[in-house]
Structures are given as C-alpha cells and as structure tokens.
C-alpha cells in the first residue's frame, strides 16, 4: 500500500507541471474584463488595453402647435451611432477613434493619442470632445434631457465641438483645469490658415461623498477667425429632428474674433439632482464696430423615483453613468428619474435682430439597465424677437452603449 | 520513503491552490468561441457577448451584346464591404451597428437595439433589413445569385431597404411572423413628416427535416408618403455595375400612398432546391385618379454536384449557410453549386408605358469553405416596351464573411 | 501517517481531473498575443485569426515665404485616421478591411481577399496598396518623412493608389515579384469601362544581414484608359495641408493610355540608412501626337543617433517598423533618428508647358515605442516654369498605430 501512494502522487506532479504549463500559455493572453456590453482585453502585464466602443440613440418626434404648421412634422431619426476603439499601448499611451454614422455616412468624432506620463498632466493631441460647460461636457449616454441646452449650440466655437489641437487636463477627485489650443475641425478647409481658440474650464466639488455633491465651475474661450466672416446662429430647438422650428440671430458682419464664456453649479442630494448654468458668447469685429453678444441660462431638476443618486464624475466635473439598483433583467424596475428643464437662448442682440427662445421640457428617463434607456420629453417653446413661433415637440428615444 | 511522500503531496496540494486561483482569474475572462473567421466573446455568467462582423463581395462584370452597344462595358465593382459589431447585453439586449463601403465611404446598413424579453416576441427598435420575400430577405452571403430579382428592387417601398422603426418578430422552429411600422431611412430628410410604412410577412414549413423542406410564405406592405411625388422606378438588370442596362417604368404622377405584396414556396429534396415567387406593387394617387402597378416573379433551381443539401433557416424562412462537406483546406473539392433563374419584371403598365424585362441567369456557386466563396453568373435579358434592348452580363464574385 | 497520505493524494486526483477540464474548455477559446497596442486573437488549431488594427496621424503645418503671400497659411490637419480589421480564416485565407476618415468621412482603404493554398503564391483579390517605388510602397507608419516623394503621386495611375483587381506575389527572405491586373478605383463610374492596368515590381536584397542591407528593384506599369481624357497632373509639395503651394503639369491632351517606370537602391549600415529613386510616366495619346513626360528622382539620407538600425522588410523591399532598444517608458530616450532628403519633379515638358519643383526637407523622427512617433520636418522648396514660387514649410506629426 504504502509503495502504491508514492507513484499516484508521482503522477500527480508530472500532471501538475503540466498544467502549470498550459496555464501559463494561457495567461500570455492576458485577461478580459466585461462591464456590461462589450469585452475590454488586456495584456498580461497589463501595459496594453484595447476595446471597442460605441452607442445607439434611435428617436421618434412630433412636433404639433407652430403657429403657421410648417413645423408640424414627425418622424424616426437616427441621433447617434457611433463606432470606435479605445486602447493603451505602454500603460503611458492611451488612443481613441471614434466615428458617427451622422445622416448615414460614417463621419469622425474622437480622434486622439493621449500621454500620461507626464507627471500629473494628461496631454491630449487630435481631436477631442471640447470642454465646455457643465451640460455640455457631459456625454451623451449621461445627459438628463434627450438634447442638451440650446444656448450651448449658440456658444460653440466656430470650429464645432471637436476642433484638432492639443488639451492639456490636470485633476483629482473632485477638481480638475483643463487649457486647449486648438484648431480647425478635421474637414476644414485647406486654403486658408486654421482659426484658432483657445479653450479653458475648471470645477471643484467642496462636497463629494456617495449621496452628497455640490459642483462649482467655470470656463471661457477666445477664437481668433483668422479671417473675417459673417455669421449668422441658427440652432434646432429642442427636437434635432426638427430643421423648422429654429432660433436664429440676425447677421453678425466681419467677426474677426469671439469669446465665450461660462458659470455652472451643481448638486447631488440623495435621489434629488439639480443644475444652474449661465453662458454668453461675444462677437467681436473691428470692421464694423459692433460685438452683438448671445447668452442664456438652463435650470434643470431630477429626481429617482426608484431610489438611485445621480452618479457624479468628480475627475470631469460631468454628470456619469447611472446604474439601477434592481435591473429589469433581475425583475426589478431598472432605475428611472424624473427630471425637468427650464432654459432660454438670446439671439437677438440690441444691435442686431435676431430671436429669443424659451423652453421648458420635461422628461422620464428609465434606465433598465446600466447600459439601456429608453427617454421621453416633452418641450413647450416659444420664441419671439424677429420670428415669433410657439409649439410643443414629444421624443422618445431607444439608447444603447457598449 | 514513506516519509518524503507525505510533503510531495503536501506541497501538491498548495500549488493546486494556487492553480485553482489562477484558473479562477482566466475564466472571469468568460470564453471565446471561433465559428470560422472571427472570434465571438462571451461573458462568464453567458449574460454578454461581442463579435466584430463584416462581409467583403468583390466582383467583375462584362456586357456584350446590347442593341446599340451602348451598355458593352466591363470592370470591376466592389459589390459589398461591411463592417460592424454584434453584441448582447443582459441577455435580453442584442444590439447591432454595420456599416458598408458603398461608393467608398461606409454608409450606414444595420442598427438595431433588440429587445428579447417580452415573452416569445423580438422586438427591434431601429433599422433592419426589411422582411419583404424570401429572395429579398436571405442574406446576401447566402444568396444563390449574384444579385436579386429585379422585381424585388422595384417593390421596395421608397423609404429603402432599411427603414427606421420599430419591428415585432415571433416564430418557432418552422414558422415566424413579423409586423413593422417603419418611418424613412436614416439619411431622410428632416423638414417634412416621414413616409410612414406597415410591413408584414409570415411563412410555415409543413416539411423542415435534415434534406427535406417545403417553405411556404407571403408578405405585403402599405406606406403613405406623406406628400404626394412623383415616382419613376428605375432598376438595373441582374448587373449592379453597369449603370446603362436598366428597366424603367413611366413616370407614376403625385402618388401618395402604394401597396405591395408578395406570394412565395420553396422546397429542398436532398441536393435539389427551388424556389417561386410572385409579388406586385400598385401606386395610388387620388389626384391623378390612376393606380398604376407594377409585377414581376422568380422561378430558381439549385443543385449541389457535391451532394450537400441547400440549408434553410426555419425560424425566418429564408436559405442560409452552407457548410462543404469536404472543404478545400481539407483537400476536398469544396461544395460546388449549379443555379438557374428564370424572371420577369414588368415595369409597363397599360396607363402609363414602361419596360418589360425577361432575365435568364445561370450560375456557378464554389464554397470553398463554409466562410468563402466564388460565384459566377451569366445572364440573358430581353427588354421590351418603351426602350427595346438585349444582352448579355457575365460576373464573377470573391466573397468572404466574418 | 501512513494512512492519511493516500487520502490526500486521491482528494488532489479529483480535483485535478476537474483542473484538466477547466483548463480545456479554456483552450477551447483560443489564443491571444499582444505586439504593443491591439490583440490578435487565434483559434486552438491555429487556422483562424482575427486583429482590429488602425493608426492615426495627427499633423500641424506652417509655411512662410511664398512669393506673393497666399500660401503662407498654417493650421492643424489629419492625414491618416484608420480603423479596419485582419483576419485569417481555414489558414489559407486572409482579409482585410480598412477605411481612413479622410476630410471627416470613413473613406475605404485595403480591401481584400487573399489566397494563400496556391503553392509558393500569395493570390490577392480586391483594392490593395499598389506596389510601386521603394518609398511608394513603404508603410505610412515607416516612412521617414512626413510625406512621400512629390514625384511617386506624379507618377500614380490615373486609377488611383489602390485600383481593385487581382495581384500575384512571390518572393522570399530577401526578394519578391508581384504582376497584377487591375480596374478602377471602388468609387469609379459605372457607365463607362474601367481603366485596365497591368503592374509589377520585383526586388532583390544581395546583402541582407542584421545590420547590413543592399536592396535593388525596379517597378513599372502600362494602363490603359478606355476613353481618351485630358490630364493636369497637380501635386501638393511635401505639406498636405497647404492646397496653394503646389507643382502642377500643362494639359496633356486626349491621353488614351500611359506608361509608368521607375529603379531603386537604398542601404543600411549599422545607425546610417540611404536610398535613391528616379521615376518617370509617359502619356501617350493618338490624336494629339505628343507623348508629354514627367519625371523626377528622390535621395535621402537616415542616422539613428540612437544606434537602432533601420529595420527593412526582405520580403517586401520597403522599410518596416522601428523598435527602439531603450523606450522611454522604459526610462530610455526612444529611439532618434535624422533623416534628410532631396528631390525634384519634373512636370514641365518640353511640348506642353508646366512647372518642375526642387525641395530639400531635414527632419527627426522619435520613437518613443514601437508604435508611437513624433516627427518633424522642414522643407524648403523652389519650383520653376510657368509657375515660379519658393517658400518654406514647418511640419509635426503625432503618430500611434495598433
């Protein structure tokens, strides 16, 4: 007996050796984690990371009451679908690529070769989603309300909301600053010198614990158009689909130069989330000596009937994801906020006729899981100044992100 | 001796420990399954996958034989290069975005959020290929010609093979139905109200074993357009590279609203399959007073030389994958495939002159292996009626999925 | 003691029979390796693979000193955002599909079938790269400047730099041949015929050691038209951005098929590399009688102050990735290397009118990985004929690929 134990044991460590063998080739594969939607990958040293991104928001809106009915239209709009890869190459390099298949075609969003190294600066080269405003900043996949403000359209840079330049970040917990010199949009033009901005926003939350936060910051741009243009705003209200009902400022001539700029407060308190936002734009020209000015503020409420606190990014400043307590795939209700909005946009200027904008939405958000939400909101706007139109839009929107 | 024994075994045991841990740290990775061509990735728990999809039809075409030789051209023409994602999300989400190279740049195809937990119906928010015949709804890696019916180009509804809209799908192991109402197609137009279109299709196969089928199908639609147009179809002919060989209908006055439907069999006896159907579209408008229609049908055969049987998906009634039984890479032969058409499509109608075509196409299909595959395809048309043509188009395809 | 050995060591048998099985299903999912930014995924057998693979190229330009002014212009551009897919399946097939966001729109890059059973042959179907010059054909993540030779785009069919058709290859550690058969281009017109051309390359290393490379080739092309068509030909000069400061030929008339030719030798001695190219293109044109010719020759010199030496592809004939022996996130300074070049084009001809071009450009390439580089080039040029300009450009680059 005692001469057979020894040769089973024998043969359990050839075994073992083995096995410890092909684990390790295993492990040379390094690992895979899933946060719900999509695999992201990662080297066994865990230097390298890869995974592919992307989000669905499919729309259906209506819109009813404009005064002369031209704007009372409905329809299916696809309003985001974007395709992309993020990884890390050497722990230090972090790249993104990332496009949005906008009226059918795949056009660029996030283009960017971030470094990490050095020392607490995160340098961002290509073109990033711009820094602007507390609504503004936060994603898409997180934002309250199916379209974010109307004044931030009218405050955009000329060069759109992802102009190709450097961003430089610095942050913690709960504060962060970020500068940008940046330039033209990718499909600018190739005759002409870039405009050029530079961009700048800074938070910090004094409070910032699980179920408590009070958000404090502030930002501002100045572009220089290189060449002199006329420019007219004209921004969708409330409902992307709808290319009818608009405000639009007069003609602003001979801008050479703008600046913008910016104040946002926020707070978490348990299930109840609030945000105030004022922000201006002025259009300077020294040709014809005027610099008419846009601005507006938005007010916003939300409020988690099913319980959730509204996840906060305290390294960003931003609105985050939100991930329901009992999901619908484990027979629960998924989390779901209700929220509402008060908001106007200025276009008209003393100087210059143009529009003003009030708008008040409300809306439900259901999450039913972390990454699936179905939106409804409904909008009253009304507009006066050189066009004078009322109405009501209704949205829903299916939303997945992987 | 028998004291080495127990600390071999002892030091055995907390290095198997050890490999349990590590084991346990690989499988949160979840696994990998490879079906040919691409890896599909799959969440521990089962609940999460993802696979990066695609297709790549490569094709080369010549036309002899046309009346005034104005459509004798040859070339190249990249027919199809998709690329996209498939994920599912807590089991009950299944998403979807593919886009494809079409003219050179990636136009959106697929984009769907899917919703697997409402009892035994699918429901598909977003834009999927339409279920409209069994031609038209087989998958074109699946297709046993190069391209389609022509009938089935002319009985699309105007919004395109991909509206956006929300879809229902039920069905079992030899039957299924779906309804639709669907809007305009992703790239519609955003001042007016889009079509609105109501879609259905169902099929039963009394027979579905291994090497016997008996399909049975129908399917219609109606759409109103919203605004009255006018419409002119205009479809080529078996050849999707030649831009001259075409039949074409007169011009169908302030429609505003058209109806389509579609009758369909087919049947699978071992190597042997075929196909009929017969569909039809009328155009009403209630300003012109006249409802002009258009009707066409498909007769095909198929027979496997190498001796495998044509696969048919039974939950959506359409051909699918074959698989050779003796692939190349195994020093087989491949499974080889002879196919011929017969159809018609009749564009003119008594109202309002058009063209009349006949088509006769027979074809060579060559899987290489189950993810490849070679086609050719020769065709003889005849048109008559307001143009008056003849020809002949020869293609070949080089064509692989993923 | 005796008795609780046993015990021990069947307990461990157990569990290892389970650890066996684990560790097969493990297996079943493959393998994955890791080169430094993405991951290739392998099936068990080996005969599947599946890679995301892209790069992204992010540039800032200025010129100064053009003579009348306008071409002084500066901004921010992107010259290469890609995102596609390798794949291998059943071991003998490899596709490939790739697009670039050029001006803001995924616009299709590779896009290919390749057949790899067909004895010492590599059989490729669709639009890849075509293979043409020394520096035509190295990688845009291996090129030691910012751009290619003015010349190799003078000298491109009028079909493009990726025709779609079929190429052969053959070759080994230090030689190859390719011969293809190519059409248009995948946007091309579908009306008319595609261009038709026949291209080869062939290359020899007689030295090819690990710090010691002497490579030799020649390539050429014959293409023919179809229909006869007027060609300008107008090149940007080193800097993409800048579409005013170009080198543009006369009008040759009614070409109806042309000729391309061209020889290179480039070297590699331990840190120092050169090569040197002279390519031409002739038009030929029935009707008009003149058979108008451009030319031009590029030179350039490399030193990695570093001592890395350049890495040359041997079975290809182009230059290939570097891999900096001390990264800098290893603490190292990456890999340096300075590179000069000189070149002309020559788009004047003695029958047509047109302008020749002489530009000089220094310039550095850091690696600071494998797989990221920055670069900066400098470029003084000087063109003369009808067109008489002068004037310098400043460049820098931001490069990651995975």
Redesign the interface.
Known sequence: ??L???L???A??A??DR??E??E??????????T????V?E??DG??Q?K?R?R?H?D?WVTRGTEDGEGD??????RR?R???D?V?????A?R?E?D?V??????RD???QYR?FGPWELT???KYLDQSFDGRTGSNFSEFMERGIIIGGTRPEAGSR???LTADVGGDNWHWSIAA?????????????DLSFVSRAHYAPIHSDDRVVHLGAWGYYEDLGETRDIELSSRIAN?????TRVESGVFPDVGSAASYGAEIAGVWGPLSATAEYMGKRFDSDESGVSPTVDGYLVSLGYFVTGETRAYAGRRGTWTRVTPEN???EGGPGAIQLVARAETANYDDNDIPGTDVDALTAGVNWH??S??RLMLNATYFDTAGSQDDSGYHVGTR???D?
């Open positions: 007996c005692a057979v134990v020894p089973t044991a024998t359990d460590q075994e073992q096995i410890v092909r684990l080739r295993l492990e040379e594969g390094g690992s895979t984690s899933w719900g939607g999509a695999p990958f080297s066994p230097e390298h890869f592919v992307g669905l499919n259906a239209i409905a329809g299916t709009h696809n679908a395709l992309g890869i990884g190459a050497y722990d230090d390099f790249y690529l496009g298949f009226g059918g075609s795949l056009a660029v283009m960017t070769l190294g080269f290509g073109n102009p190709l330049g940046l330039g033209d949009a990718v499909d600018g033009s190739s005759d002409t010198s870039d992307p689909f709808n290319d009818v999901p619908v795939t039913l899981v990454h699936v299916v939303q997945v992987w």
